[in-house]
Protein backbone atom coordinates (compact mmCIF):
# COMPACT_ATOMS: atom_id res chain seq x y z
CA UNK A 1 0.00 0.00 0.00
CA UNK A 2 1.12 3.53 -0.89
CA UNK A 3 2.51 5.92 1.81
CA UNK A 4 1.37 8.86 0.00
CA UNK A 5 -2.44 8.36 0.44
CA UNK A 6 -4.87 7.65 -2.16
CA UNK A 7 -4.61 8.56 -5.65
CA UNK A 8 -7.62 11.23 -6.45
CA UNK A 9 -9.50 9.30 -9.49
CA UNK A 10 -9.29 11.00 -12.85
CA UNK A 11 -12.66 12.17 -14.60
CA UNK A 12 -12.30 11.99 -18.45
CA UNK A 13 -12.41 15.37 -20.10
CA UNK A 14 -15.70 16.32 -22.82
CA UNK A 15 -14.16 16.47 -26.09
CA UNK A 16 -14.71 20.56 -27.80
CA UNK A 17 -17.10 20.01 -30.31
CA UNK A 18 -19.66 17.45 -28.83
CA UNK A 19 -18.91 18.21 -25.15
CA UNK A 20 -19.37 14.05 -24.72
CA UNK A 21 -16.57 12.38 -22.72
CA UNK A 22 -17.13 9.58 -24.10
CA UNK A 23 -15.90 10.76 -27.64
CA UNK A 24 -12.51 11.71 -26.02
CA UNK A 25 -12.05 8.96 -24.31
CA UNK A 26 -11.84 7.27 -28.04
CA UNK A 27 -10.04 10.00 -29.55
CA UNK A 28 -6.89 9.76 -26.67
CA UNK A 29 -7.10 5.84 -27.67
CA UNK A 30 -7.22 6.29 -31.47
CA UNK A 31 -4.07 8.56 -31.33
CA UNK A 32 -0.73 7.26 -32.29
CA UNK A 33 2.51 8.89 -31.45
CA UNK A 34 0.60 11.80 -29.62
CA UNK A 35 -0.49 13.18 -32.86
CA UNK A 36 -4.68 14.26 -31.21
CA UNK A 37 -5.51 16.32 -34.71
CA UNK A 38 -4.78 13.63 -36.35
CA UNK A 39 -7.05 10.85 -34.29
CA UNK A 40 -9.77 13.83 -34.41
CA UNK A 41 -9.79 13.89 -37.79
CA UNK A 42 -10.02 10.30 -38.25
CA UNK A 43 -13.13 10.07 -35.70
CA UNK A 44 -14.84 13.06 -37.16
CA UNK A 45 -14.31 11.71 -40.94
CA UNK A 46 -15.60 8.27 -39.28
CA UNK A 47 -19.10 9.81 -38.00
CA UNK A 48 -19.91 11.60 -41.27
CA UNK A 49 -19.35 7.85 -42.74
CA UNK A 50 -21.54 6.61 -39.98
CA UNK A 51 -24.36 9.27 -40.44
CA UNK A 52 -24.00 8.69 -44.35
CA UNK A 53 -24.42 4.65 -43.89
CA UNK A 54 -26.82 4.89 -41.02
CA UNK A 55 -29.03 8.36 -41.22
CA UNK A 56 -29.18 8.14 -37.64
CA UNK A 57 -27.22 10.02 -35.38
CA UNK A 58 -23.82 9.14 -34.87
CA UNK A 59 -23.42 9.63 -31.37
CA UNK A 60 -26.03 7.45 -30.51
CA UNK A 61 -24.68 4.65 -32.61
CA UNK A 62 -21.21 5.09 -30.75
CA UNK A 63 -23.44 4.58 -27.53
CA UNK A 64 -24.95 1.88 -28.80
CA UNK A 65 -22.35 0.23 -29.90
CA UNK A 66 -20.17 1.24 -26.52
CA UNK A 67 -22.97 0.07 -24.38
CA UNK A 68 -23.15 -3.76 -26.20
CA UNK A 69 -19.12 -4.36 -25.91
CA UNK A 70 -19.20 -3.33 -22.91
CA UNK A 71 -18.16 -6.38 -20.21
CA UNK A 72 -19.34 -6.29 -16.82
CA UNK A 73 -16.43 -9.32 -15.97
CA UNK A 74 -13.19 -10.01 -16.05
CA UNK A 75 -11.38 -12.86 -15.81
CA UNK A 76 -7.74 -12.30 -13.38
CA UNK A 77 -5.32 -15.19 -13.19
CA UNK A 78 -5.08 -16.56 -9.37
CA UNK A 79 -2.48 -18.47 -8.04
CA UNK A 80 -3.79 -21.59 -5.62
CA UNK A 81 -0.90 -23.72 -4.48
CA UNK A 82 1.09 -24.70 -7.61
CA UNK A 83 -1.72 -23.96 -9.68
CA UNK A 84 -3.25 -20.89 -11.67
CA UNK A 85 -6.73 -20.32 -11.98
CA UNK A 86 -9.11 -17.87 -14.36
CA UNK A 87 -11.37 -16.48 -11.98
CA UNK A 88 -14.39 -13.97 -12.69
CA UNK A 89 -14.08 -10.87 -11.05
CA UNK A 90 -16.40 -7.57 -11.47
CA UNK A 91 -15.45 -4.08 -13.18
CA UNK A 92 -16.36 -0.93 -13.12
CA UNK A 93 -17.85 0.91 -15.41
CA UNK A 94 -15.33 3.14 -16.05
CA UNK A 95 -12.88 0.08 -17.04
CA UNK A 96 -15.57 -1.29 -19.02
CA UNK A 97 -15.47 1.30 -21.06
CA UNK A 98 -12.25 1.70 -21.44
CA UNK A 99 -12.10 -2.09 -22.28
CA UNK A 100 -14.90 -1.79 -24.66
CA UNK A 101 -13.12 0.78 -26.45
CA UNK A 102 -9.49 -0.74 -26.45
CA UNK A 103 -11.85 -3.65 -27.78
CA UNK A 104 -13.10 -1.50 -30.78
CA UNK A 105 -10.22 0.20 -32.10
CA UNK A 106 -8.48 -3.03 -31.86
CA UNK A 107 -11.00 -4.54 -34.11
CA UNK A 108 -11.23 -1.75 -36.56
CA UNK A 109 -7.41 -2.10 -36.78
CA UNK A 110 -7.05 -5.31 -37.74
CA UNK A 111 -10.07 -4.85 -40.42
CA UNK A 112 -9.56 -4.72 -44.10
CA UNK A 113 -10.00 -1.17 -45.74
CA UNK A 114 -8.83 1.81 -47.28
CA UNK A 115 -8.20 4.47 -43.75
CA UNK A 116 -8.91 4.38 -40.19
CA UNK A 117 -11.87 6.45 -40.65
CA UNK A 118 -14.05 3.80 -42.90
CA UNK A 119 -12.60 0.78 -40.51
CA UNK A 120 -14.03 2.49 -37.63
CA UNK A 121 -17.40 3.33 -38.83
CA UNK A 122 -17.61 -0.13 -40.26
CA UNK A 123 -16.78 -1.40 -36.79
CA UNK A 124 -19.11 0.65 -34.73
CA UNK A 125 -22.01 -0.04 -37.16
CA UNK A 126 -21.42 -3.63 -36.37
CA UNK A 127 -21.26 -3.37 -33.45
CA UNK A 128 -24.19 -1.32 -32.86
CA UNK A 129 -25.82 -3.72 -34.67
CA UNK A 130 -24.69 -6.86 -32.66
CA UNK A 131 -22.63 -8.65 -35.52
CA UNK A 132 -18.91 -6.83 -34.66
CA UNK A 133 -16.14 -8.71 -33.45
CA UNK A 134 -15.91 -7.33 -29.64
CA UNK A 135 -19.43 -8.49 -29.15
CA UNK A 136 -18.31 -11.78 -30.16
CA UNK A 137 -15.27 -11.20 -27.44
CA UNK A 138 -17.70 -10.14 -24.91
CA UNK A 139 -20.33 -13.10 -25.23
CA UNK A 140 -17.11 -15.29 -25.01
CA UNK A 141 -16.35 -13.84 -21.40
CA UNK A 142 -19.64 -14.54 -20.14
CA UNK A 143 -19.78 -18.23 -21.49
CA UNK A 144 -16.70 -18.44 -19.55
CA UNK A 145 -17.71 -17.25 -16.63
CA UNK A 146 -20.62 -19.74 -16.64
CA UNK A 147 -18.19 -22.35 -17.20
CA UNK A 148 -16.01 -21.87 -14.49
CA UNK A 149 -19.28 -21.22 -12.35
CA UNK A 150 -20.13 -24.80 -13.45
CA UNK A 151 -16.78 -25.75 -11.93
CA UNK A 152 -16.68 -23.79 -8.54
CA UNK A 153 -13.89 -22.73 -9.45
CA UNK A 154 -13.50 -19.34 -7.10
CA UNK A 155 -10.87 -18.55 -5.14
CA UNK A 156 -10.88 -15.32 -2.71
CA UNK A 157 -9.31 -12.71 -3.73
Given at each position: MSRRGTAE?????????????????LVNRIL????KIIGLSNYLSSLEKIQQKTETNPLSVLRQAIRGVTPDIAVKARRVGGSTHQ???????????????????????????????????????????????????????????????????????
Open positions: EKTAKSDPIYRNRLVNMKHGKVPIEIGSTQGKALAIRWLLGASRKRPGRNMAFKLSSELVDAAKGVAMPYAKRKRLIEWQRQIERLHIFVNP
